[in-house]
């Protein structure tokens, strides 16, 4: 792999609500390399989402504040730039696919109209060049008849195809880095492996990195090369995609493995983590998973554990691995 | 069938000269939308019903010198207040004057009014609320409560008051007029650009790089625009009425100027015995504004994409 291409440290983010300070997100290191596709995983709410959205400063301020930590694209922390300074990398060179392709086209323009404006927004030129390069992507994401799609609006479209769409516009430009936030969650099967095979192909050709966020574990085996398990607004294990699913180290994710309904496994109850996910207003103390962990030791009530890597490429967040732990 | 009229089909081409030929090309998308836009509005009958009121109405106000019986302001006073007859189809007001032929004038004056106010209170009403709604925070609150200000005066004693100071005349009215109507379009437009801000749209377009007045141009506003256009007819007639009360007192069109709301005004003294006076012009204010009305709804639910095929 190549060199560090996104360098998140100690991110930690905060949304003021009536109810209570969310902690949403504390202390989340990860690195995104060059080229590579790193998937994130984690249950509903436990931060995935925001996390792609601290990246381009899109959090909405207020109720949401980064509180801490540094995010470092090219060696610049994106949290100290100006407001015109990442509006040049937004789209430009860290673009964002988001869940809902139904919702995230303007309903009022055709397709054409809305990607070209994003092509002449950043790479200044004139629109009958934007409307080549648009052809040129639609064309590249294997959507039949571009032309014809260009001039229509968006709901004359198809999910599949919007997001299709979507994915040649964010990359239309040529970015670094895509964020996709759960691009697939809202397509049938079927569509979705059209659409996750064209997003791969697409990227690998381009060199541009992605961070993918999902739930799905079935998903992220097949395309990532990396993963980072999340929990409760930490990150609670890092590892090559193989090695993790081989050997899970931190307990939360071997939980998640044993929960997937496998088909040659017969009718066999499926193992469930007991217990539920933790607000965030007021989470577990020390490690966020404890409370619903087997095996709990004596400091997870007290410390937050320490990013440890016990193997190479392969970090967890757990006290178990303490050199004091199961050794 | 119906449902084939719905398709579009790409006009023949015909050659006429270069440069036509060279824009066509270039506009072709846009002019497709139009003729289909066209279409579907000759579909409907409302908007058909709506278009040939305002059309009549336009045509009227264009050819009153051609059409009109007699001169608007010409004084005749053996005429006064002469019922509906052969000679006066709609009657003769207090002086004499001929009221077909001052109601046909009329539609000139007070369809630019109606018309000037709608485009000036709209255009700024709507790009005031959207920046506001978009904006939020303390610039909303700001501008919101300016709004709150100018409407907590009633509006006819506002416009009265800013014509007077602006001095009478029948442009100054106008802008008075339009000064009282901004905050109606603003507050209608800051309330749907909420709504418009916490679409995925608008996140998707931050994520790709949309400064803020790209987006209140380019999102809130285009999604705004069908509601404009449907409030933009009910407050032309609203504009019509107030600008025709500044006329009755003076401070709108002057005098012999026939305006079909200083007519009412007037002619309001003689409803008891000359009903005439009064009940054509405001008749023509009523269909004016009802074609309005019902072609701005039209209107809207041809342009709304999500309904339009």
Redesign the interface.
Known sequence: MGATLLEIKDLAVQFFTYQGTVRALEGVSLTVQQGEILGLVGETGCGKSVLARCV?R?IADPPGKITAGEIRFKGRDLLKLG?REI??????EI??I?Q?PM????????VGNQMM??VI??QRVGRDEARRICVDMLRQVKMPDPEQVL?K?P??LSGGMRQRA?IA??LACRPDLL?ADEPTTALDVTVQAQVLSILEELTRQSGAAVLFISHDLGVIAQLCDRVAVMYAGHIAEIAPVAELFASPLHPYTSGLLQAIPRIDEGKAALKVIPGAVPGLIDPPRGCRFHPRCGQRLAPCDREVPAFLEPAPGHCVACHLYASGGRG | MAVNGAQRSIPEPITLNPLFDEFRKQYA?QI?ELLFTIRLLRRNPSAVAGFVIIVAMVLMALTAPLLAPYNPIQLSLVDRLNPPCMAHFFGTDELGRDILSRVMYGARISLWIGVVVVLIAGGLGAVIGAVSGYLGKGVDNLIMRVMDVILSFPPLVLAMALAAALGPSLNNAILAVAFVMIPKFARMVRGEALAVKE???I?????????RF?IVR??IL??C?SSVIVLGTLILGEAILIAASLSFIGLGAQPPTPEWGAMISVGRKFLMDQWWYATFPGLFILVTVIGFNIFGDALRDVLD??IR?
């Open positions: 381009l899109l407001r509006r040049q990398i937004r789209g430009n673009s964002m988001f809902e919702s995230s086209l303007n309903p009022v323009f055709t404006e994003v927004l950043h001039a609006y709901h004359e979507m516009m964010e964020l | 998308w497709r679409r995925q749209f996140t998707a377009a931050r994520a790709s790089g949309a400064g790209w380019h999102h285009p999604n625009f994409p999500r095929r």
